[in-house]
């Protein structure tokens, strides 16, 4: 994370853009500066970060929190910005708990050497987007944002199977022809069967 270029989105090289509001970058400081007033270790500062040319940008570098406990404000509400809250816990059974008990449901990541606690995690955890050894479990955009719970704003995802569901109309048509009724003369090519 600290090696990752902050600055406008469409210069060359660069890793991380702005927020999209100052009002974003905002809440997003206050709940990492609220989460360390009670206890959160900053492991990488990114509030302070500043990008030549863009004296009033919505810029927040990349933050990291550690030994962040469940009632701080980074692990209750959800920040959305470039901020990593690591959560740890004591076994596999008080990970689950901890994270199936918060109200939101976006996404969680278990970095293991088991795959047999990859596998009970991923099928015990009630959140929708679950990551084995990855620190963002979003693959790629046309992927489904499955988020659940608290996180989920509506009654449908926006990206995925069900965006293309929601956007477009669907049809079934059940139609029976006769063969015998299709006269020509020229060639044809069935790409149905």
């Not at 989105?9 to 609220?34: C, Q, S, Y």
């Not at 933050?63 to 959800?78: H, Q, S, W």
Request: glycine share 10%; aromatic share 8%.
């Amino acid at each position: 994370a600290r090696a990752l270029k902050v600055g406008c989105g469409a210069d060359a090289g660069v890793d991380l853009g702005p927020m999209i509001t100052k009002e974003a970058m905002l809440r997003a400081v206050r709940l990492v500066t609220e989460s360390v007033e009670r206890g959160a270790r900053v492991a990488l500062d990114g509030r302070a970060i500043t990008v030549p040319g863009y004296p009033s940008g919505n810029f927040l570098g990349p933050t990291v929190l550690a030994d962040v406990t469940p009632d701080m404000p980074c692990y209750t509400e959800e920040i959305f910005g470039p901020v990593l809250c690591v959560v740890t816990a004591p076994t596999l059974d008080a990970a689950i708990a901890l994270v199936n008990a918060n109200a939101m449901g976006n996404g969680v990541a278990l970095f293991t050497a088991s795959g047999g606690a990859a596998r009970r995690f991923q099928h015990e955890i009630e959140v929708g987007q679950v990551g084995i050894n990855v620190p963002v479990p979003v693959p790629l955009p046309f992927f489904s944002w499955s988020s659940s719970k608290g996180s989920l704003l509506g009654d449908h995802h926006f990206y995925g199977r069900s965006a293309v569901h929601f956007y477009t109309q669907l049809k079934t048509v059940v139609s029976r022809w006769e063969y015998s009724d299709a006269q020509s003369d020229a060639g044809s090519v069935n790409f149905a069967g």
